[in-house]
């Protein structure tokens, strides 16, 4: 297959990104209202970004009408929110988030999970997640045609990990067993770990 990209639709643009950019680690992010309802949704285009402040980034799609979704909305105007680690575990629970509730719904409730007051932000985390990062607004920057989506980069200023996956200082990825997104209605479990040393230059 060789394609321009100005030759293809934007469904068929988005359905190949999916389908090459993978797996893609999953945030499960959490926000406040200003009526104080906790908003949670899944975001699969995501990573970290900077370690030195550590920053996370979140790419959420804007609505078909061209506004902006609940949670970049809620971020817009807090200028916090708080990233979770998609686990094994509660993957089908955190998948119901994605329903589109309107904005007076807490998707968090309607999921069966529950919150805990944040330690450096006012937005809660969800209880039952065993990693949560509560994160401090560094920019939006709107992207695309529209535009078409709001990547959100925030600062990390507080790591909450559950000791039981954190093994000499390390996450025990294995014990986290992380969910990752892949095209279509896909996931991906960890699935075989395996190690691989950088090489290193050694002049001639």
Do not use: W
Not at 12 to 36: C, D, M, Q, W
Not at 67 to 86: C, L, M, P, Q, Y
Not at 105 to 110: A, C, K, Q, T
């Amino acid at each position: 297959m060789q394609k321009d990209a100005k030759d293809l639709s934007a469904i068929e643009i988005y359905k190949l990104l999916i389908g090459l950019v993978t797996p893609r680690p999953i945030a499960f992010v959490t926000t406040l209202s200003e009526n104080g309802i906790v908003n949670a949704a899944p975001f699969s285009f995501y990573n970290v970004v900077c370690s030195d402040p550590p920053m996370l980034a979140v790419s959420v799609a804007r609505k078909d009408d061209g506004s902006s979704k609940d949670t970049s909305r809620n971020i817009r105007r807090t200028g916090e929110f708080v990233v979770h680690t998609a686990e094994e575990s509660l993957i089908e629970k955190i998948n119901h988030t994605s329903c589109p509730y309107p904005s007076s719904i807490s998707e968090v409730e309607r999921a069966g999970l529950t919150t805990v007051p944040g330690k450096l932000v006012k937005v809660p985390r969800v209880a039952e997640c065993r990693v949560a990062m509560e994160c401090k607004l560094v920019q939006i920057v709107e992207l695309g045609n529209g535009p078409d989506s709001d990547l959100i980069i925030g600062e990390v200023v507080h790591f909450a990990v559950d000791d039981e996956v954190v093994n000499n200082g390390r996450v025990d990825v294995e014990k986290l067993a992380p969910v990752a997104r892949l095209a279509g209605s896909n996931y991906s479990k960890l699935g075989s770990v395996f190690a691989m040393e950088r090489p290193k230059y050694t002049p001639e």
